[in-house]
């Protein structure tokens, strides 16, 4: 029943900016958690950050701590991913997931039961 579908993504020069949006239906999401996982080509999924859908409270990777900000628009069912100061190494497939929220961090792929399909960004060096 959830959907998630990402936009936004694209080819930007390093030290610009970007915005992904995650647009979530099918489900009520006052008590779920929103993650941003990202894959470059080769390498596993990679946790990028988390926030709970109602209180706003955010946990960052270490890779994009102070330059990636989520933030979410409860009217519109959307959530977005901020990315400022990219680098050549944020190049990747982007997907955004849901799950019920649980008292918990979801840090892991396998934490998360809903997944969009992803958006590619590139950043040139």
């Known amino acids: 029943q959830v959907q998630l579908v990402e936009s936004g993504g694209g080819l930007v020069q390093a030290g610009g900016s970007l915005r992904l949006s995650c647009a979530a239906s099918g489900g009520t999401f006052t008590n779920y958690v929103m993650g941003w996982f990202r894959q470059a080509p080769g390498k596993e999924r990679e946790f990028v950050g988390t926030i709970q859908w109602s209180y706003g409270s955010t946990v960052y990777g270490d890779s994009v701590k102070g330059r990636f900000t989520i933030s979410t628009d409860n009217a519109k069912s959307e959530v977005y991913l901020q990315m400022n100061s990219l680098k050549p190494e944020d190049t990747g497939v982007y997907y955004c997931?849901?799950?019920?929220?649980?008292?918990?961090?979801?840090?892991?792929?396998?934490?998360?039961?809903?997944w969009g399909r992803g958006t590619q960004v590139t950043v040139s060096s």
């Open positions: 997931a849901a799950d019920l929220y649980t008292g918990r961090w979801r840090k892991l792929p396998y934490e998360y039961h809903y």
